[in-house]
């Protein structure tokens, strides 16, 4: 529901008298100044029989802040006067200021208590409650649960409020005292540091009477809260994993987080972290895994359950014999991924081939090996040369120790080529 400005219609109003500040005023002097008169204003930190008149005044500061802290309102209102916020003329400032958001905004949490911070209803209805904050958690969980889905059932540790006393803290009939550490505002200026020497002023809730502004004696007290307005419960939730769900996804149980007096509750949100696994990789929907074969069987072909899949099943691999397979060779089976979260499809599974070679010393018999090579192609054709020397070798060295304590700069950190003039990054030394 649309609802005028302070005073609309009255074209006579002056905002910058109404929040004490002049014309050519910073936007900080205006909030500094707003800020000041809702404290001084607010209904809820008056007599109650003022509070009729501390409502109208604090709704008119809100409204003029409302005008004089955006742009383009301030010029309407500097150009046309209230005018520019008439219905009757055209006007109008749209819907209704929700104090709480802007009380929110200045202070970095509601008013607490009654009143127009409380949830009470003034001229534009009831106000909505403030949201309490989300509580978030990382969840492990593993490639098999991500695979086939998930429910997992847990007692979750909560704050709700009290049952007894509805969250005020004390006992029925009671009425609070104005705390005197924050003086009824709910909030205090605290110090904090920042960097050596370097300290800031911030607002923060009080802790004496958790942003109520107001607190109960000893004896006052609920009994069964003891005056913290809120009681510890254990309560059964579950949370369902899809099948298909990924690394960083967001399960929310909605208003399951710790319960505040004058506030809706927040959401419960567990970040999905997943394990590694010990024989898949997955990117996106596809899985890979390696293949190790032998050379009998990369020479002349298999036929055989080759892994054991995410829910269980046996994955057959038949090759036949003919078709050499190479080190390094991937083999992709369609439909044997992940399974996406819609419908039935499923991304693919890659093979990495490895070729498991004999250990040394593996034919003991001179025969065999004249046997196995006459069945294996033979060795390229000769090379030819004036002069042959027959030389020693290390059959176990190390690739990466080319080059090394040469002063080449190719070794280690690799090198710029013509690609990088071109705006091309540094290549890594061939190996």
Not at 132 to 151: C, R
Not at 290 to 306: K, W
Not at 313 to 319: D, F, M, P, T, V
Request: glycine content about 12%.
């Amino acid at each position: 529901m649309a609802s005028p400005g302070p005073d609309a219609g009255n074209d006579d109003v002056d905002l910058y008298e109404l929040l004490g500040v002049d014309k050519s005023a910073s936007p900080d002097a205006i909030k500094k100044a707003y800020r000041k008169l809702a404290l001084q204003h607010h209904p809820d930190k008056v007599p109650e029989d003022q509070r009729a008149d501390s409502e109208v005044k604090f709704k008119s500061v809100t409204q003029a802040y409302e005008i004089l802290r955006d742009e383009d309102k301030r010029a309407l209102y500097d150009k046309h006067g209230m005018a520019a916020f008439d219905p009757s003329r055209g006007g109008g400032m749209g819907e209704e200021v929700d104090i709480n958001d802007i009380l929110a905004q200045m202070f970095g949490m509601g008013m607490g208590g009654g009143g127009m911070g409380g949830g009470m209803g003034g001229p534009g209805g009831p106000r909505r409650p403030r949201r309490g904050p989300d509580e978030e958690s990382k969840y492990t969980v593993t490639l098999e649960d991500l695979y086939k889905g998930k429910t997992v059932k847990f007692a979750a540790n909560k704050n709700v409020v009290c049952g007894t006393c509805k969250g005020s803290g004390g006992k029925d009939k009671v009425k609070p005292q104005q705390c005197d550490r924050c003086k009824g505002h709910g909030v205090v200026e605290a110090f904090r540091q920042v960097g050596p020497g370097l300290v800031t002023r911030e607002s923060a809730v009080c802790d004496r009477c958790q942003g109520s502004g107001n607190y109960f004696k000893e004896k006052d007290r609920c009994k069964k809260c003891k005056g913290k307005r809120t009681i510890p419960e254990t309560k059964p939730l579950e949370i369902y994993i899809p099948r298909g769900s990924r690394q960083g996804e967001r399960i929310v149980l909605e208003g399951e987080a710790d319960q505040h007096p004058d506030q809706t509750p927040g959401n419960l949100v567990f970040v999905l972290e997943e394990e590694s696994h010990d024989v898949f990789n997955r990117i996106g929907n596809d899985l890979s895994a390696d293949l190790d074969v032998t050379v009998a069987e990369a020479l002349c072909g298999f036929s055989r359950v080759v892994l054991k899949h995410l829910d269980g099943r046996g994955i057959h691999i038949n090759h036949p014999q003919g078709k050499v397979l190479h080190p390094g060779q991937v083999l992709k089976v369609d439909g044997e991924g992940m399974p996406h979260k819609r419908g039935d499809a499923k991304g693919d599974l890659y093979l990495m081939v490895k070729i498991e070679f004999p250990e040394d010393g593996w034919l003991k018999d001179e025969a065999a090996y004249a046997s196995l090579q006459k069945l294996l192609p033979g060795p390229p054709p000769e090379i030819k040369a004036e002069e042959i020397d027959e030389v020693a070798y290390d059959d176990d060295a190390d690739i990466d120790e080319m080059g090394a304590d040469s002063g080449d700069p190719r070794f280690g950190e690799g090198w710029e080529d013509d690609d990088d003039e071109a705006g091309g990054q540094p290549q890594c030394a061939q190996q």
